[in-house]
């Protein structure tokens, strides 16, 4: 399979503390992108980091990227009952193709 | 703005039984995809499209066509349905190398 890890699987936290979760990936790649489903929904798209950046933030949200571990993290700060989700990474390779990769996802709790 | 659009929501087939499931997209995005998600698999890339006419296999194709005669349009289309194929159904597009929209979803069962 050519799906990228993340970890954790599942994350229970309570509401303020941060939450942190990974994504680890295959191939090399042009970008790679954090997405928000929440229950019986569709995707929804957070955050966009490209190969040559380290680091992007938006709001509550901090990305950062190791190309040469090929690897991400997603950090949610002072998190909220709201956060309550499942969180995907996506790649898109560097060859060019539109064949995104997603992770399996970390299922997140916030405990109120 | 609708965004991107997914008819049905849910689907129940007898297994053999063929049917089309529906995505269409208001935004002009020249690049649409078919998803399916599974339990612990995340989403898996079945078909995808750079622009009306063009189409290409993604990760796992097999059992499934499509076709794209209109920007707008992307249509899946399973020939033969097996238990197999039960799953959760996404569409999703976009344009150049921003994020991809999603749909809501086809809820999907093969008995």
């Known amino acids: 399979s050519q799906q990228g890890e993340e970890d954790p699987q599942a994350l229970s936290i309570q509401e303020g503390e941060n939450a942190t979760m990974n994504c680890s990936y295959k191939t090399s790649i042009n970008n790679l992108q954090w997405y928000r489903q929440n229950s019986g929904r569709g995707l929804v798209h957070l955050i966009l980091?490209?190969?040559?950046?380290r680091e992007k933030h938006s709001g509550r949200l901090r990305v950062t990227l190791d190309t040469s571990k090929k690897s991400s993290s997603l950090l949610i700060t002072a998190s909220r009952a709201a956060d309550t989700a499942s969180y995907f990474c996506?790649?898109?390779?560097?060859?060019?193709?539109?064949?995104?990769?997603f992770g399996t996802g970390t299922r997140l709790k916030v405990l109120a | 703005n609708a965004g991107v659009t997914q008819t049905p929501k849910f689907q129940v087939l007898k297994t053999g039984q063929s049917m089309t499931l529906q995505c269409a997209q208001d935004?002009?995005?020249?690049?649409m995809s078919w998803y399916r998600q599974d339990p612990g698999m995340g989403l898996r890339l079945i078909h995808y499209s750079v622009g009306a006419g063009i189409t290409d296999q993604g990760e796992v194709p097999n059992g499934y066509n499509v076709s794209r005669s209109t920007t707008e349009d992307f249509p899946l289309r399973l020939l033969s349905a097996a238990p197999s194929q039960t799953s959760v159904y996404f569409c999703a597009s976009s344009s150049g190398h921003q994020p991809q929209h999603f749909g809501d979803g086809t809820r999907l069962s093969i008995l």
């Open positions: 996506a790649t898109r390779p560097a060859s060019g193709t539109y064949k995104y990769i």
């Open positions: 980091i490209r190969s040559n950046e």
């Open positions: 935004m002009n995005h020249e690049y």
